[in-house]
Each structure stands twice: as structure tokens, then as C-alpha cells.
């Protein structure tokens, strides 16, 4: 649920965090019969039809470059508000109205347009998929085969730091869970709260648990749990996941009211940089969020590292969770797949695209990139991208958020699951067993 931002565009938070919206054959059937409710036609006489979101400043660019270079069949792209864009798109493709190329989150969603015959696989050789990172590959895979290619910047989620109210409570950054719960003991008696949570958003709350899955059990138990086998919520390492979240909350991690902080609103992110809490695990947009809201703070106090590691663990500590990134799909009933295929290949993250999210303190999802990290004037900016590029680049696997990568009507169980479990208003076995039930 939670989308790429392009800094010097923010838009809301909301926008940035959103919710994969799955199709099923069923749904798309049940649409067809829309008829006129989705957009007049399906191309453009000449040119391409893509859709997107309205805050992909970076994106447009690369249309209007394309544009320039096509000046008798451009894109005609069409920029959606979030909530409208997911119902737009469902509806379109049930009514076969869609454009040549649509955004997407990738994941489960994703997956049913796939499944639905909706969507072309790409080849190597048609878009040079291969120059992209691995892991973020992963959320546009299905079958071996590539349904996407990546159009912004890298967003794994992170452990931030105020490196004043560590340092003055004599607390390092921690490396392992065990730190963590150590660190929580000492910050407490500094009358700080140890880790900023926007539970009232409930989605903060489900990138501690996707972690402590992953360090518990490793990737493969949501892998599982992704493939539709329903009795995967009721594995182990998902009961002693729920167990170590709420070991956090009774230690008084999150302080006592953590459930009245919704995201939106920026008070999280605030409790930061004034000091008033030592953490905060979020993902890579929040340091935009911090730059544009306390610049002092980032370039003076403003530390960074890896969630930390279990040292029981079956997982990776290099593992990470988050957003991969978002991507550009070609649909199957496209009558203007060269021309689809030529825009993808050439003017999707080429190097002018990578100099333009680099500059906006983003890391594009490709290979190779040291060299031009190693240009960055700003020394702040060097050192926060090269952290995110490495991060990602090490990471064995780059788990796509949940409640993007699951279908929608397990989204909603979810986040209510995880509250329930934060809020310890049931046990961490019966988390497992409730979503069970939901996914059967």
C-alpha cells in the first residue's frame, strides 16, 4: 500500500501508500458488461494510450520526451488521483477499454491482470529487463516469465535514528532485535519514546511483523503464503512473529498512544526530528518527508540503517521488505506493441531518467550505478543513496509489502489482523488462524 515518491513532488502520503487492487477472472468477467463506463476508446489513432498516477513527475518527463521524438504518434497519457485510478483501470479492462501501457504496483494484483490474459510478457531482448535489479524483478515475475518493467525509484523500508537522543541516552544503533529491546529499556528512562508508530494507520504497524516474519521464519514462509496456500498463516514462524511484536508493545516501545498517530497527518515523522522519539521503521520516502520538513535535523542528526536481525533466525538479516518499485505493463490487446516496446526499452529509466531520480535523492532500480552515485555533490545525498543502492543490491530477496502483494480481500483481514495483534486483543496463534480462515 505504499507507493514510489519523487522528492520536489510529495503530493500526500496517501498517495505514496496505496492499495493493490487484485482482479479476478470473475471480476473481469462481471466488468465486461460495463460497456460505456470505462474511457471512450482503447488507443489513440496513432499514437499510445498510458495511464499512471498523478504524482509521477519523473515518468511524464520520460513521455514528453518520447514525444518530442514521435511528433506524429504520441503517448497520450492520462494521470489518475490513486483511489480513482485502481477502480478506472479494473473497470477498463473488464469492459477491454484499457490503454497500451498501465502503472502498477506489481505483486498480486498485477498477477490477476496476468492471469486474466490481460497482460504481454516482455522479453530481455525487447525491453533489456535484464539491466534491472534482481530482486525488484521479482514483484513483475510470474511463472519465469516478466510482466513489468520498473519506472521509479527503489523504496525498501528502513530503520531511521535521531543520533542526539541515542547518543544521550548511550544507546548505538541497534544491529539485532535483542538490541532493540535493550535500546527500549534505556530510551524509556529519558522519557522518549523509543520507536515513533502511526498504529492509527495501521499499516506502519504491518512493516514490523512483515520483518520479524522474514528474520523468523525467512522468505520462503510468505512466499507460501502468496501462492495461496492458506495454511502458511498458521506456520511457526508466523505465531512467534506475532509473539515479538507484541514483546515490543509490552515493553513500551511504541509509548502509550501510539494508536491515536495516523501516518497522514505527519506527527510520526515529526516525533523524529524533534526529538521526541529515538526510531522510527518506515520506508525510503520518509526521508523526503524529514529533508523537506527539518533539513538541519537530515544533514546533522538524522541516522539510518537495516531492520535489525534476529539472531535465532532462520532469515536473512539482509533480506528487506517494502516497495520494489512500481511498473509499466503492456496490455495484451494493445494494437501498438512495437511502438510500446520501443518507449519501454529506450526512454524508461535510460540515463537521463537515472540522473533525474538520482537528483531527487531516489535510487532507480538498476544495475551498475556506482559510478554515478559516486558524482553526487551533496555528501548527505551520496550517503543516502548509496545506502539504499547497497541495501537492495545485497539483499537476497526484497519481499513487496503484503497488503500489495496479497489479493484485495485478504488486504482488509490483514490490516485488521495486525491491529488486533498490536493491540494484543487476541493471541499471536489466533493471528495466524484468522487470516487462515481469510485467505480459505
Same mark, same amino acid.
Given at each position: 500500500?505504499?507507493?514510489?515518491?519523487?522528492?520536489?513532488?510529495?503530493?500526500?502520503?496517501?498517495?505514496?501508500?496505496?492499495?493493490?487492487?487484485?482482479?479476478?477472472?470473475?471480476?473481469?468477467?462481471?466488468?465486461?458488461?460495463?460497456?460505456?463506463?470505462?474511457?471512450?476508446?482503447?488507443?489513440?489513432? !496513432?499514437?499510445?494510450? /498510458?495511464?499512471?498516477?498523478?504524482?509521477?513527475?519523473?515518468?511524464?518527463?520520460?513521455?514528453?520526451?518520447?514525444?518530442?521524438?514521435?511528433? =506524429?504518434?504520441?503517448?497520450?497519457?492520462?494521470?489518475?488521483?490513486?483511489?480513482?485510478?485502481?477502480?478506472?483501470?479494473?473497470?477498463?479492462?473488464?469492459?477491454?477499454?484499457?490503454?497500451?501501457?498501465?502503472?502498477?504496483?506489481?505483486?498480486?494484483?498485477?498477477? =490477476?491482470?496476468?492471469?486474466?490474459?490481460?497482460?504481454?510478457?516482455?522479453?530481455?531482448?525487447?525491453?533489456?529487463?535484464?539491466?534491472?535489479?534482481?530482486?525488484? /524483478?521479482?514483484?513483475?515475475?510470474?511463472?519465469?516469465?516478466?510482466?513489468?518493467?520498473?519506472?521509479?525509484?527503489?523504496?525498501?523500508?528502513?530503520?531511521?535514528?535521531?543520533?542526539?537522543?541515542?547518543?544521550?541516552?548511550?544507546?548505538?544503533?541497534?544491529?539485532?532485535?535483542? =538490541?532493540?529491546?535493550?535500546?527500549?529499556? !534505556?530510551?524509556?528512562?529519558? =522519557?522518549?519514546?523509543?520507536?515513533?508508530?502511526?498504529?492509527?494507520?495501521?499499516?506502519?504497524?504491518?512493516?514490523?511483523?512483515?520483518?520479524?516474519? +522474514?528474520?523468523?521464519?525467512?522468505?520462503?514462509?510468505?512466499?507460501?503464503?502468496?501462492?495461496?496456500?492458506?495454511?502458511?498463516?498458521?506456520?511457526?514462524?508466523?505465531?512467534?512473529?506475532?509473539?515479538?511484536?507484541?514483546?515490543?508493545?509490552?515493553?513500551?516501545?511504541?509509548?502509550?498512544?501510539?494508536?491515536?498517530?495516523?501516518?497522514?497527518?505527519?506527527?510520526?515523522?515529526?516525533?523524529?526530528?524533534?526529538?521526541?522519539?529515538? /526510531?522510527?521503521? /518506515?520506508?525510503?520516502? *520518509?526521508?523526503?518527508?524529514?529533508?523537506?520538513?527539518?533539513?538541519?535535523?537530515?544533514?546533522?542528526?538524522?541516522?539510518?540503517?537495516?531492520?535489525?536481525?534476529?539472531?535465532?533466525?532462520?532469515?536473512?538479516?539482509?533480506?528487506?521488505?517494502?516497495?520494489?518499485?512500481?511498473?509499466?505493463?503492456?496490455?495484451?490487446?494493445?494494437?501498438?506493441?512495437? *511502438?510500446?516496446?520501443?518507449?519501454?526499452? +529506450?526512454?524508461?529509466?535510460?540515463?537521463?531518467?537515472? +540522473?533525474?531520480?538520482?537528483?531527487?535523492?531516489?535510487?532507480?532500480?538498476?544495475?551498475?550505478? $556506482?559510478?554515478? @552515485?559516486?558524482?553526487? !555533490?551533496?555528501?548527505?545525498?551520496?550517503?543516502?543513496?548509496?545506502?539504499?543502492?547497497?541495501?537492495?543490491?545485497?539483499?537476497?530477496?526484497?519481499?513487496?509489502?503484503?497488503?500489495?502483494?496479497?489479493?484485495? $480481500?485478504?488486504?482488509?483481514?490483514? @490490516?485488521?489482523?495486525?491491529?488486533?495483534?498490536?493491540?494484543?486483543?487476541?493471541?499471536?496463534?489466533?493471528?495466524?488462524?484468522?487470516?487462515?480462515?481469510?485467505?480459505?
Amino acid at each position: 500500500m505504499r507507493g514510489i515518491p519523487v522528492i520536489g513532488n510529495l503530493g500526500s502520503p496517501r498517495i505514496r501508500r496505496v492499495v493493490a487492487s487484485a482482479v479476478t477472472l470473475a471480476a473481469a468477467a462481471s466488468l465486461a458488461a460495463c460497456g460505456s463506463s470505462g474511457p471512450s476508446t482503447t488507443s489513440s489513432a !496513432k499514437g499510445l494510450t /498510458m495511464w499512471a498516477l498523478n504524482d509521477q513527475t519523473i515518468l511524464k518527463e520520460s513521455v514528453d520526451a518520447y514525444n518530442k521524438d514521435h511528433s =506524429d504518434a504520441k503517448i497520450t497519457l492520462r494521470l489518475f488521483a490513486n483511489d480513482d485510478y485502481k477502480q478506472k483501470l479494473r473497470v477498463a479492462f473488464g469492459a477491454n477499454q484499457a490503454p497500451d501501457l498501465f502503472f502498477s504496483w506489481g505483486g498480486g494484483a498485477l498477477n =490477476d491482470y496476468v492471469k486474466a490474459g490481460k497482460v504481454d510478457a516482455l522479453t530481455a531482448s525487447e525491453v533489456n529487463s535484464d539491466r534491472y535489479t534482481p530482486s525488484v /524483478m521479482q514483484s513483475a515475475t510470474f511463472d519465469e516469465k516478466v510482466y513489468g518493467v520498473p519506472v521509479n525509484g527503489l523504496a525498501p523500508v528502513v530503520l531511521y535514528y535521531n543520533k542526539k537522543v541515542l547518543a544521550d541516552a548511550g544507546v548505538e544503533p541497534p544491529k539485532t532485535y535483542e =538490541d532493540l529491546l535493550a535500546a527500549v529499556q !534505556k530510551l524509556k528512562s529519558k =522519557d522518549v519514546a523509543p520507536l515513533s508508530l502511526a498504529a492509527g494507520s495501521k499499516w506502519p504497524t504491518l512493516m514490523y511483523l512483515e520483518y520479524l516474519l +522474514d528474520r523468523t521464519g525467512g522468505s520462503r514462509v510468505f512466499a507460501n503464503i502468496a501462492a495461496g496456500d492458506a495454511s502458511a498463516w498458521t506456520d511457526p514462524s508466523v505465531t512467534k512473529a506475532n509473539q515479538k511484536l507484541q514483546d515490543l508493545v509490552k515493553a513500551g516501545a511504541f509509548g502509550d498512544s501510539a494508536s491515536s498517530v495516523i501516518y497522514d497527518q505527519g506527527a510520526s515523522t515529526a516525533l523524529l526530528y524533534t526529538g521526541k522519539a529515538a /526510531m522510527e521503521v /518506515m520506508g525510503t520516502w *520518509e526521508y523526503a518527508n524529514i529533508v523537506k520538513a527539518a533539513p538541519d535535523f537530515a544533514k546533522k542528526d538524522l541516522g539510518y540503517v537495516a531492520f535489525p536481525a534476529l539472531s535465532d533466525g532462520a532469515g536473512s538479516p539482509e533480506n528487506i521488505v517494502g516497495n520494489p518499485s512500481n511498473f509499466l505493463s503492456l496490455n495484451s490487446s494493445s494494437k501498438h506493441k512495437s *511502438e510500446a516496446l520501443g518507449y519501454l526499452k +529506450d526512454y524508461i529509466l535510460n540515463d537521463s531518467q537515472i +540522473d533525474a531520480y538520482l537528483a531527487a535523492g531516489s535510487v532507480p532500480p538498476v544495475k551498475g550505478l $556506482d559510478s554515478k @552515485l559516486a558524482a553526487v !555533490k551533496s555528501t548527505t545525498d551520496k550517503d543516502w543513496l548509496t545506502f539504499v543502492y547497497d541495501l537492495v543490491d545485497q539483499a537476497p530477496s526484497f519481499q513487496l509489502s503484503w497488503d500489495q502483494a496479497l489479493p484485495s $480481500d485478504q488486504a482488509d483481514p490483514l @490490516l485488521t489482523n495486525t491491529d488486533k495483534s498490536f493491540l494484543r486483543q487476541i493471541s499471536p496463534t489466533e493471528f495466524g488462524v484468522n487470516m487462515s480462515k481469510a485467505a480459505s
